[in-house]
């Protein structure tokens, strides 16, 4: 249910803002443009997620960016997501951080890489929990919307390339990110 109702925001948001396909510049006249200083090139934002009732899901991800050319971005990252599940009484906090890397070869289109070091909590066969630290290898692309001089909203479709018992991800991932 909730990727048919994510589907349908992006179909909508590609719907509504097809005008911004008319606004595509040529690549020749933006690597033309004057440097800019380093205060223009950094951007932050991140995405977050919550859902509440028996079953609790908070994320929160900030991220901090360095353009480096209009074409070429790279970054950081921190993540972390709460879970409590009321029926069977348990709950969890999972943690880390993150390094990506994004590419713009159109105004509307991205392409991203991440990867992405999370500590999960799990439990032994006897029931003992434990800590484990786990690697996410995400890449995918997808959609961005530009707004004003450094904002963007990014709709993006991802892949864990490193699935295992300790993943916190199921394939595919759909991520909305913000960014200013």
Not at 4 to 33: H, P, R, W, Y
Request: charged share 15%; proline share 3%.
């Amino acid at each position: 249910m909730r990727i048919k109702i994510i589907f349908i925001l992006i179909v909508i948001s590609f719907c509504c803002n097809m005008g911004l396909f008319a606004q595509f510049e040529d690549f020749e006249e933006e690597n033309t443009e004057v440097k800019k200083p380093l205060n223009e090139k950094i951007f932050f934002g991140g995405d977050f997620g919550i859902q509440l009732g028996t079953y609790t899901f908070i994320n929160l991800s900030p991220q901090i960016g360095y353009n480096v050319t209009n074409f070429f971005a790279v970054g950081v990252g921190s993540n972390f997501m709460y879970f409590r599940d009321g029926f069977q009484k348990f709950q969890s906090a999972n943690y880390g951080g993150a390094v990506f890397t994004e590419l713009y070869p159109f105004n509307f289109l991205v392409l991203h890489a991440e990867t992405q070091l999370m500590n999960v909590a799990d439990f032994d066969n006897s029931g003992n929990p434990f800590r484990v630290w786990n690697l996410a290898l995400l890449a995918g692309g997808g959609y961005r919307q530009k707004f004003g001089e450094n904002g963007a909203v990014n709709y993006l479709i991802l892949w864990d390339f490193n699935q295992n018992e300790y993943s916190v991800y199921t394939n595919p991932i759909f991520r909305i990110c913000f960014y200013f």
